[in-house]
Structure formats: C-alpha cells, structure tokens
C-alpha cells in the first residue's frame, strides 16, 4: 500500500472481521494514521536514536532516518493497537542490519523490540 509512503510499498494487516460494517470503522483508523505518519515516523526515529545514544555506535539522527523505512503496519481487532516495522535499507552496515518493531496503543508507544531507555 502506498497511502503511508510515497517510496516504498507498506504491507497493511487489518485484524478483524471481514463484512463491510466492521471494516469501515478500520479503514478510517488507517486513513487517521495516514494523515499523521510522519510525525509518528519521527517519534520512532527518536527512539532508534536514543537506543545508540553515547555509545561508539552512536548516528546522527539524519543518518537513522535514511538507515529505515517504515515496512509494515498491523490494525490489531481492539482498534486500539498498532504494531509497526521499520527495516534496515540494503546499504545499512551489518551492525544495524536489524528489523526495529514497535507497539502503539491508544496512541503511545508501550513496547518496542529493543531497549530504547538504555543505551547500549
């Protein structure tokens, strides 16, 4: 799907039931998300960010923008809860060759596949 990203193909997962009357519900959450993924992109950059924040493999923020691209967006059935992957470009270097996954509930952050509090 092109709605999230003018330069890749987004995978959308929509968990629910499939008749037209619980779908239309959902099909607006993703339109709402549409309209604001960038700054939801921008919170999640942060956080890879914060993950290499003085350590030796510290990147500039600029720099950890072009290393992902936002890959994968997941509707779960609540309708609260979004899971979201952002993956490595090809010409990433292999010590960031890692997807980074992340859960957004209600509209905040709660979980991510890495310790962004702590750095590593």
């Known amino acids: 799907m092109n709605t ?4 890749n193909a987004v995978v959308l997962t929509v968990e629910g039931d499939p008749d ?9 959450l993703v339109r ?4 604001e993924v960038n700054p939801l ?7 890879a960010y914060r993950k290499y924040e003085g350590t030796p493999w510290v990147k500039p923020l600029a720099e950890i923008r072009t290393m992902y691209y936002l890959f994968g967006v997941t509707l779960k059935r609540d ?4 899971w979201f992957v952002l993956e490595p470009e090809f010409s990433v270097e292999t010590i960031y060759n890692h997807v980074l996954r992340f859960t957004r ?3 905040a952050i709660t ?6 509090e702590t750095p590593a």
């Open 4 to 7: 999230f990203s003018s330069v």
């Open 20 to 28: 037209a009357a619980s779908l239309a519900p959902k099909l607006a």
């Open 111 to 116: 979980w991510a596949n890495f310790d962004y």
């Open 32 to 35: 709402e998300l549409a309209a």
């Open 41 to 47: 992109l921008e919170q999640l950059y942060q956080l």
């Open 79 to 82: 309708n609260t809860t979004w």
């Open 105 to 107: 509930v209600n509209g």
